[in-house]
């Protein structure tokens, strides 16, 4: 499983893989088993580790002072995690990380990618510029993130969420990757007002939905 896996992770595009196991190696990575609702890793905790995930599912959240919880992002198997927050020269982590089902991941010192190796690996800097465009895919969805919550109401923050996914999977018919309170915290937003907002929608013949599953109708932008 791992194979297939890793060759969908940005970190190994155009690496052989039969580079892969000195890679592993140059990189220090370990792999972990995390079950369900417990941390990868947590706020406060010294940034050291980028993770990909090779089983299950990993979302980044962060807590304000009055406990308010709101998703940064979510890591689906081949994705990494934390590999914005390990290259910034951070000393410990702003967010947590927490698998939200039973999860496999691969953790490995970010300090392995940034500085090149004693043994001048020739894969080292393919591998640093893979991780440079992950961390500009991750700026793409964190600002993508910013422009969907800084909506006015609920109603237009779930639409513009809607409007996004569907794009991004090319059809007017998708499966997010939140439930009901997961998708509220992804907006930040009340649950109790976006599921309001889903049923006038539903009501209004703009959308249909079933848990996840989610279609859109082409009148739901006017």
Do not use: W
């Not at 039969?18 to 940034?47: I, Q, Y």
């Not at 970010?110 to 043994?119: E, H, L, Y």
């Amino acid at each position: 499983m791992i194979p297939e896996i890793l060759d969908s992770c940005i970190l190994f595009h155009g690496i052989d893989p039969r580079d892969r196991t000195a890679m592993l190696g140059c990189l220090g990575a370990k792999e972990l088993f995390v079950p369900r609702n417990h941390p990868v890793f947590s706020e406060g905790e010294p940034a050291n580790y980028i993770g990909i995930v090779l089983s299950g599912q990993v979302q980044l959240v962060r807590e304000d002072y009055y406990g308010n919880r709101s998703i940064i992002s979510v890591a689906a198997p081949g994705q990494l995690f934390g590999e914005s927050f390990a290259c910034a020269d951070v000393e410990v982590y702003p967010i947590s990380a927490v698998a939200v089902e039973d999860s496999r991941v691969l953790l490995f010192p970010s300090s392995r990618i940034t500085a090149t190796c004693c043994n001048a690996c020739s894969f080292h800097q393919k591998m640093i510029y893979n991780m440079l465009r992950a961390m500009a895919t991750s700026n793409l969805a964190l600002n993508e993130k910013i422009e969907i919550t800084s909506k006015r109401t609920t109603r237009e923050k779930l639409m513009a969420y809607l409007l996004s996914q569907a794009k991004h999977h090319g059809s007017n018919r998708f499966t997010i990757p939140y439930d009901r309170q997961e998708l509220a915290d992804y907006l930040e937003v009340e649950r109790s007002a976006m599921s309001a907002e889903i049923s006038k929608l539903k009501k209004d013949g703009l959308i249909d939905c079933k848990k996840s599953e989610f279609e859109i109708f082409k009148n739901f932008s006017n």
